[in-house]
Nanobody, 126 residues
Framework: QVQLAESGGGLVQAGGSLRLSCAAS????????MGWFRQAPGKEREFVAA????????YYADSVKGRSTISRDNAKNTIYLQMNSLKPDDTAVYYC???????????????????WGQGTQVTVSS
């Protein structure tokens, strides 16, 4: 099993930046993908970005491409999501998740991901 814990959320003004972290514990070996998702009030959970745990390949949703960077520190078993030029539409609870069946293709569906963190709130004020 994999345990995931997000941190780094908060309140920020539009145009500001935040860096989210997701610490993984448990089964952290192997070539699996880690993803960031977000869920705004009244909306479905949506894909934000993903990274291959060992290879460093990445994939982004169009809504954050160019404004966000996903990265990982294998020594710390932690992935990050650096978000810049934040907009009020970025307000949501952000979750990290693990796809243990990763075999080279990133998936954006929540059904693909096996383990989830509890989420961290990001609020962007206008």
């Amino acid at each position: 099993q994999v345990q995931l814990a997000e941190s780094g959320g908060g309140l920020v003004q539009a145009g500001g930046s935040l860096r989210l972290s997701c610490a993984a514990s448990g089964r952290t070996s192997g070539n699996y993908a880690m993803g960031w998702f977000r869920q705004a009030p009244g909306k479905e959970r949506e894909f934000v970005a993903a990274i291959n745990w060992s290879g460093g390949s990445t994939y982004y949703a169009d809504s954050v491409k160019g404004r966000s960077t996903i990265s990982r520190d294998n020594a710390k078993n932690t992935i990050y999501l650096q978000m810049n030029s934040l907009k009020p539409d970025d307000t949501a609870v952000y979750y990290c998740a693990a796809d243990l069946a990763y075999s080279g293709t990133f998936y954006t569906s929540t059904y693909r991901y096996h383990y989830w963190g509890q989420g961290t709130q990001v609020t962007v004020s206008s």
